[in-house]
């Protein structure tokens, strides 16, 4: 990109100015700094955090974000700012389950080899195993999910357990007491990513007694992201998800 846009000054198709705008690593929109460089250094665009900004700032951040990349998302936005938003920006999509609200090129690329498994402990935690699926989609990865198969009741996780196994990594959402990746953990051999929810009683302590189970899992290969956090639970499958596949498709060129 760099030589392209060199030789287009040289050419004299492209001004000094419009090229420092172009090699700008962020754009200074006064109340935030957008950064544009992003997804070359980490292979996704920046992601908006809706919580705490106003609809304007919102629209404003994902009209700079979208001239430059083919995939736009605002994780955390209530109904009434997406409401917003889409008049302003009405080829944008909004999940209201996963509150997430997003474009994507249609033209863009996914990677449809594998899936990720978002297993999630009851209804109760859909909405944070939704923001882990709809994130790790719109990043371009398959994703199978498996809802409702707490430990309450072990059989009903039983029945999907060949379908989580072959997955390339797992998702696992719980609140309560948080047991379940620790149950997937012992039933797979890929990476489980636990993410505790808020749900639960009193002595759940908002989310903390299912966080502590899950750092405390005596299953191998479990990873604890935040409460709540299923942007966090479905940003980390992707990168692993990735990883995977180039990882194969090494191997078949090795021969």
Known sequence: ????ILEQVQKGTLSIAEAKDQLATFENLGFAKVDHHRKKR????????????????????IQALRARNNQVMVTRISDEKASIVKQACPEFTYNEIAQILFWKEQKTKDNTHGYIAVVA?????????????????ILGSNVH???DVG????HRLLSHAEEI?????????????????SVVGGLVSHPVIAVPTSVGYG?????????????NSCASGISVVNIDNGFGGGYNAVLIH?????GERNEDTLF
């Open 165 to 181: 196994q072959k997955a390339t990594v797992s998702v696992v959402v719980a609140g309560m007491e948080g047991a379940l990746p």
């Open 203 to 215: 002595a759940n302590f908002n989310g903390l007694s299912a966080l502590l189970t899950m750092l």
């Open 242 to 246: 990735q990883l995977a596949q180039k």
């Open 145 to 147: 999910r498996i809802y």
């Open 42 to 61: 980490q292979g996704f665009p920046e992601v908006v955090y809706g919580e705490g900004k106003t609809a304007e700032q919102i629209i404003s951040i």
């Open 1 to 4: 990109m760099l030589e392209e």
């Open 151 to 154: 430990v309450a009741g072990i």
């Open 121 to 137: 402990a009851g209804t109760s935690d859909l909405r944070v195993a939704e923001e882990a699926a709809v994130t790790a989609e």
